[in-house]
């Protein structure tokens, strides 16, 4: 019975006990900290000390440990060790990741939801809440968020509520600018680069799955490397553009925060994304990695490429048309 039992299972390679985990812990929890710290210090101007040091400080720290983590699993691949059960492992492991950054989106789209369709009117006294005109006076709600509630009763002062800060609205919204400014819109280049990148990220998967073209993936991902930092610095510019030139900064109450949150981590899983594909770049350039057959690695790196391109078509959606 017993050697039935056994009859179908592969031999599974236990690596040694390594402090990997914990160390990436230990650097993901000092990089949130440090964010977090230096969040409150831009908006509220809380704190002693430069909090964006214990960001960077933790975020490099983080980065060295997953580079040394993956490094090891790679040798351990191409030394043979990983079996075809320990290779599925590595898929499912990809994907519940993907699923937990899908909710985490969802947090954020649903505390959007719940700004622009519940809470914003509430407090302009519309729907259940009609004696909210008490608290902010005239305040009339519409979406983007130009006047906040506290401009509409005059300032901070006259709050009868606690008062944890002056906000106030912007200057000028992101949202679309009519179509004689179409073409000036960057949330439209940016949105035709990164579904450009998808494409070309599909045509590299196809170069070496199908074609077995080493060369031609190498160029389709490359160029996709490309794509997303041209993305990533036309974000940059937009972000200098609304705080230098419309006036929307983290302060301006419910859009400001809602815009910079939702785009903002959106930016960082880019550069994520497009760091896994430029190390994936790297290994088949430099390391001579993948093969049409084996290539998990930059399997998985474009899966987590494609979504983080349907999260945008969401946040274009959502954040700067509707």
Same mark, same amino acid.
């Given at each position: 019975?017993?050697?039935?039992?056994?009859?179908?299972?592969?031999?599974?390679?236990?690596?040694?006990?390594?402090?990997?985990?914990?160390?990436?812990?230990?650097?993901?929890?000092?990089?949130?900290?440090?964010?977090?710290?230096?969040?409150?210090?831009?908006?509220?101007?809380?704190?002693?000390?430069?909090?964006?040091?214990?960001?960077?400080?933790?975020?490099?720290?983080?980065?060295?440990?997953?580079?040394?983590?993956?490094?090891?699993?790679?040798?351990?691949?191409?030394?043979?060790?990983?079996?075809?059960?320990?290779?599925?492992?590595?898929?499912?492991?990809?994907?519940?990741?993907?699923?937990?950054?899908?909710?985490?989106?969802?947090?954020?789209?649903?505390?959007?939801?719940?700004?622009?369709?519940?809470?914003?009117?509430?407090?302009?006294?519309?729907?259940?809440?009609?004696?909210?005109?008490?608290?902010?006076?005239?305040?009339?709600?519409?979406?983007?968020?130009?006047?906040?509630?506290?401009?509409?009763?005059?300032?901070?002062?006259?709050?009868?509520?606690?008062?944890?800060?002056?906000?106030?609205?912007?200057?000028?919204?992101?949202?679309?600018?009519?179509?004689?400014?179409?073409?000036?819109?960057?949330?439209?280049?940016?949105?035709?680069?990164?579904?450009?990148?998808?494409?070309?990220?599909?045509?590299?998967?196809?170069?070496?799955?199908?074609?077995?073209?080493?060369?031609?993936?190498?160029? /389709?991902?490359?160029?996709? +490397?490309?794509?997303?930092? %041209?993305? !990533? &610095? *036309?974000? @940059?510019?937009?972000?200098?553009?609304?705080?230098?030139?419309?006036?929307?900064?983290?302060?301006?109450?419910?859009?400001?925060?809602?815009?910079?949150?939702?785009?903002?981590?959106?930016?960082?899983?880019?550069?994520?994304?497009?760091?896994?594909?430029?190390?994936?770049?790297?290994?088949?350039?430099?390391?001579?990695?993948?093969?049409?057959?084996?290539?998990?690695?930059?399997?998985?790196?474009? /899966?987590?490429?494609?979504? +983080?391109?349907?999260?945008? %078509?969401? !946040? &274009? *959606?959502? @954040?700067?048309?509707?």
């Amino acid at each position: 019975m017993a050697d039935h039992s056994a009859q179908g299972h592969e031999t599974y390679y236990v690596p040694e006990s390594s402090p990997m985990a914990v160390l990436a812990t230990i650097g993901l929890i000092t990089t949130t900290m440090g964010a977090a710290m230096g969040i409150n210090q831009m908006s509220y101007g809380e704190g002693s000390f430069n909090a964006w040091y214990v960001f960077w400080t933790g975020f490099i720290f983080f980065a060295a440990v997953l580079f040394t983590w993956f490094r090891t699993a790679i040798r351990e691949n191409i030394a043979g060790l990983n079996s075809p059960q320990l290779r599925r492992s590595y898929v499912i492991g990809m994907q519940w990741f993907i699923f937990s950054e899908v909710m985490f989106f969802f947090a954020f789209f649903g505390a959007l939801f719940y700004i622009r369709n519940l809470s914003g009117p509430w407090l302009a006294s519309e729907g259940i809440y009609d004696m909210n005109y008490l608290l902010w006076g005239d305040f009339s709600y519409s979406w983007p968020l130009m006047e906040t509630p506290q401009e509409a009763i005059g300032g901070a002062t006259k709050q009868l509520i606690a008062n944890n800060g002056v906000f106030a609205g912007p200057d000028q919204s992101m949202a679309f600018p009519g179509w004689a400014n179409i073409f000036k819109w960057l949330p439209l280049w940016n949105t035709m680069i990164l579904l450009t990148s998808s494409y070309t990220c599909h045509v590299a998967h196809h170069k070496l799955k199908v074609d077995n073209d080493r060369k031609g993936f190498n160029t /389709w991902l490359g160029l996709t +490397v490309v794509l997303g930092i %041209v993305f !990533l &610095f *036309l974000q @940059v510019f937009e972000y200098y553009e609304a705080y230098a030139h419309y006036g929307l900064t983290l302060k301006t109450g419910a859009y400001g925060s809602t815009f910079f949150m939702l785009t903002g981590f959106h930016g960082f899983h880019v550069a994520m994304g497009m760091g896994m594909l430029l190390i994936q770049w790297l290994r088949s350039v430099k390391g001579g990695h993948f093969t049409q057959d084996e290539h998990f690695g930059f399997e998985a790196s474009s /899966w987590y490429w494609h979504f +983080v391109d349907v999260v945008w %078509v969401g !946040l &274009f *959606l959502f @954040v700067y048309i509707l």
